[in-house]
């Protein structure tokens, strides 16, 4: 065979292998290996010399604030749409203004000003404090306060509970002694979590793949749009240091970690609690209590056999979750929490009459305990359908879910598609019901509420989905939710946008910066937006120029419209 012939056949493969290790990504994790807490100094200037693109102004330019004022975003003091204890002030022309406190800025008190900058903590992470400064740098050890650019190795001796630190060059280890592990022997023998680890309050601060966990108050959280502290109801069990919590309904505790200039998650090197065994700390905050499901247990009643929970219904529950917690990722978005999306559904399809697995295909949303609202581009006549209620995880079987077949399928009389854009892009799933019942009412499947009023210009509503992400472009296991802006339909109608292809029985949504965006794979989920306490459907996802690219928002069908064919479909359940 020709040399060339050759090499090029093998640098073929062996890109074809680096591929399929990006591809399964986490799944490829080792487990029981051998654990060595090591104080890796070339490791660590490597991180750190990959710093933050922060730039040393603090222009809006950059922060989105311009975009709000483009898109005539107005509203209303009460309730106070202001964070961090913002004071809201109502101006003339129907607009507010948040006066912030130091350290934060923006429209609304979310963002903090930079007091963290390049390389003002130099080998560490840098933390935000209420007090001037208002910031603090927690140095990676050998490094010593204040800049954490200073090193001494071993004195004094950062090691716990009689480890012995062990010099090795500019790098150190603890030998721990029987019973104790982690970086610095601070993991004592009954530091471990019951059920969840929603109670878990010990010092493990290492992800299962040995990366060390950030600061929960660390700037580098803030800077990428995350704020633990105002994302859930109550601290959780989250303060000034980096140690594993679940404060939002996971499987087990987890924590912020950060790869480069990019921030990730991931479960936590923490041992399950044994029968005999219980946590070294008690919890030490007080939670509020959970709002009581309406099923009697966490497991979603068989709907073959139950009898005491009721069918899903439109009445007063419609649009109200009862989320555990907040955690990314539909395009810029977070990871979703139990409860928070109870009426996102799964539109899962194979080839019809063979043995094929289902595999997702789109999203879809829950308006009658029998009935189902998606896409209608998502429909294929030649496919089986099933409908997947209640989950979270597209790559396991979950207690909570429901599931069932699809019994009809109504797409609208006027749907088309052209190259440009999709319209009147709705279709209603009827789903088969099972001794006469269809979905039953849990925490975790509810039914949305259907829209009897518009929304203005620069509603923050909310989408979820499975689709395409940053870092998955075939969608990602994990339910993801963000937040997005209504923009005006002259915006979206203008020639930098969509321009003339768009019709009143679709809308924009996202920012025209781009980065936040539904994509792939979401399409006939939900838009939802919020009125006093209750999420009304407002649009489902349709169709989009790319992902989270600039100027080329979402656009969603607009369902307002569309509630008089809804009703005569379904035999007039909504009249």
Not at 108 to 116: G, L, N, T, Y
Not at 172 to 180: G, S
Not at 312 to 325: D, E, L, M, W
Not at 485 to 500: E, F, H, T
């Amino acid at each position: 065979m020709d040399t060339r012939l050759l090499l090029l056949l093998l640098s073929l493969l062996a890109f074809i292998a680096q591929a399929e290790l990006k591809k399964h990504g986490k799944h490829d994790k080792r487990r029981g290996r051998e654990k060595k807490h090591r104080g890796r100094f070339e490791d660590w200037a490597r991180e750190f010399d990959q710093s933050d693109d922060q730039s040393e102004d603090d222009d809006d330019e950059h922060d989105g604030g311009w975009l709000l004022e483009l898109q005539e975003v107005r509203g209303s003091c009460d309730p106070n749409p202001c964070l961090n204890n913002g004071v809201c002030e109502e101006r003339r022309n129907g607009k507010i203004k948040c006066d912030c406190p130091k350290p934060f800025k923006g429209r609304r008190c979310e963002k903090a000003k930079k007091v963290c900058r390049r390389n003002t903590c130099r080998y560490g992470t840098c933390v935000l404090t209420s007090t001037p400064p208002f910031y603090e740098c927690k140095c990676k050890e050998p490094f010593k306060p204040p800049r954490c650019e200073s090193d001494s190795i071993c004195d004094p001796d950062p090691c716990q509970n009689g480890g012995k630190c062990v010099k090795d060059g500019r790098n150190f280890e603890c030998v721990c002694p029987a019973n104790y592990d982690g970086q610095f022997c601070q993991v004592g023998p009954e530091d471990c979590y019951e059920g969840d680890g929603e109670s878990y309050r010990g010092k493990v601060s290492e992800t299962e793949d040995g990366d060390e966990c950030l600061y929960w108050n660390s700037y580098f959280l803030l800077q990428r749009g995350v704020d633990p502290f105002t994302a859930f109801d109550d601290d959780d069990g989250l303060g000034p240091h980096n140690y594993c919590r679940n404060p939002d309904g996971d499987v087990m505790p987890w924590c912020f970690i950060r790869r480069g200039r990019k921030l990730r998650w991931d479960h936590c090197d923490v041992r399950e609690c044994s029968d005999n065994m219980t946590t070294a700390e008690p919890p030490t905050t007080t939670r509020s209590p959970e709002p009581e499901p309406v099923a009697t247990t966490t497991k979603a009643p068989d709907v073959t056999t139950a009898t005491t929970p009721a069918p899903v219904s439109r009445n007063a529950t419609c649009g109200k979750p009862q989320p555990r917690r907040m955690l990314q990722r539909i395009y810029g978005g977070m990871k979703a929490i139990p409860g928070a999306n109870p009426w996102q559904a799964s539109l899962q399809v194979k080839l019809s009459g063979s043995n094929q697995d289902f595999r997702h295909t789109c999203g879809a949303v829950l308006i009658h305990s029998c009935w189902v609202l998606t896409a209608a581009h998502c429909i294929n006549k030649n496919q089986d359908m099933q409908v997947v209620l209640g989950g979270l995880d597209l790559g396991k079987k979950e207690d909570f879910e429901q599931t069932f077949a699809v019994e009809q399928a109504i797409v609208h009389e006027k749907y088309r598609e052209t190259s440009a854009a999709v319209y009147n892009d709705i279709a209603l799933l009827k789903l088969k019901a099972r001794n006469g019942r269809c979905a039953v009412e849990t925490q975790y499947v509810k039914t949305v509420c259907l829209p009897n009023a518009t929304f203005p210009d620069g509603t923050e509503c909310s989408i979820a989905g499975w689709g395409a992400t940053e870092d998955s472009d075939y969608g990602s296991s994990q339910l993801m939710d963000a937040d997005v802006l209504l923009i005006s339909q002259d915006k979206c109608s203008d020639a930098s946008v969509y321009g003339r292809i768009v019709d009143d029985n679709m809308f924009c949504a996202g920012y025209l910066q781009g980065g936040i965006d539904s994509c792939q794979g979401d399409s006939g989920g939900p838009l939802t937006c919020e009125r006093g306490g209750t999420h009304f459907l407002y649009g489902l996802v349709s169709w989009g120029d790319s992902c989270g690219k600039a100027n080329k928002p979402g656009v969603y069908t607009n369902v307002l419209n569309f509630m008089d064919w809804i009703t005569s479909k379904t035999g007039g359940i909504f009249s």
